[in-house]
């Protein structure tokens, strides 16, 4: 059971408390750090379920395991970047909108937890549900979105120790990063519509009285 996907997805659990935390650490520093662990966490994500698929190590463990490291991964990062924004709102206001919505929040954690109902709804109906084109898009766009604003908080923190406060180049990144974090969490919210969407009209059925 502990091969090396297996492996991997235990690491990704054990560092989610890191990337919780790493983020409520004064100065730029910690939130580099945190952004460099997320990026390793996001991309074993990816790596240790083509090592499972590609070199046949599925294992039950794994599939338990996995879908837990995914959303302790989305509640270690969503719930600090909603409560820094909010409690620092002077120093990491986002253009466009400012910080992230709650209901913004609520749309991408209850997501998660809405298929995962239905996955295993699926299930005892003797239909596995794999992962779609456009709940993978999800993941990618969100990830995107979790990382940009890891860099943001740090962007921000480091103006003033590094004298970037009047630069007219910090300012023009400060305009750039700060829309591109906004323009991402919006795709990422109308993808996790999107996708939810999809997949309850692909497995309508199951969302009808049992046969037999």
Same mark, same amino acid.
């Given at each position: ?25 004064? =100065? ?12 390793? +966490? ?26 837990? +490291? ?39 954690? =209850? ?58 180049? +910090? ?6 990063? =700060? ?34």
């Amino acid at each position: 059971m502990w091969n090396l996907p297996n492996i991997l997805t235990v690491v990704r659990i054990c560092l989610t408390p890191v990337i919780a935390l790493l983020p409520f650490i004064e =100065g730029y520093w910690p939130k580099l750090i945190c952004f460099a662990v997320f990026l390793f +966490a996001a991309i074993t994500d990816v790596w240790d379920g083509y090592l499972a698929r590609s070199r046949n190590m599925v294992t039950d463990l794994g599939k338990l395991l996995d879908p837990i +490291a995914d959303k302790l991964l989305l509640f270690a990062t969503l719930i600090p970047i909603y409560i820094i924004s909010r409690t620092r709102h002077d120093l990491y206001d986002i253009p466009l909108w400012g910080s992230i919505p709650l209901w913004v929040c609520v749309l991408l954690v =209850g997501r998660e937890f809405a298929m995962t109902g239905f996955r295993w709804y699926a299930k005892r109906r003797g239909i596995v549900i794999p992962a779609s084109d456009a709940g993978k898009l999800k993941t990618v766009v969100q990830n995107v979105y979790i990382g940009a604003t890891i860099l943001w908080f740090a962007f921000r923190d480091a103006r003033k120790p590094l004298g970037w406060e009047h630069s007219r180049y +910090a300012d023009w990144w400060n305009q750039f990063h =700060g829309g591109f974090v906004a323009v991402t969490l919006g795709i990422a919210a109308l993808l996790t519509v999107y996708s939810f969407l999809h997949y309850m009209n692909r497995y309508r059925e199951l969302l009808g009285p049992r046969r037999g």
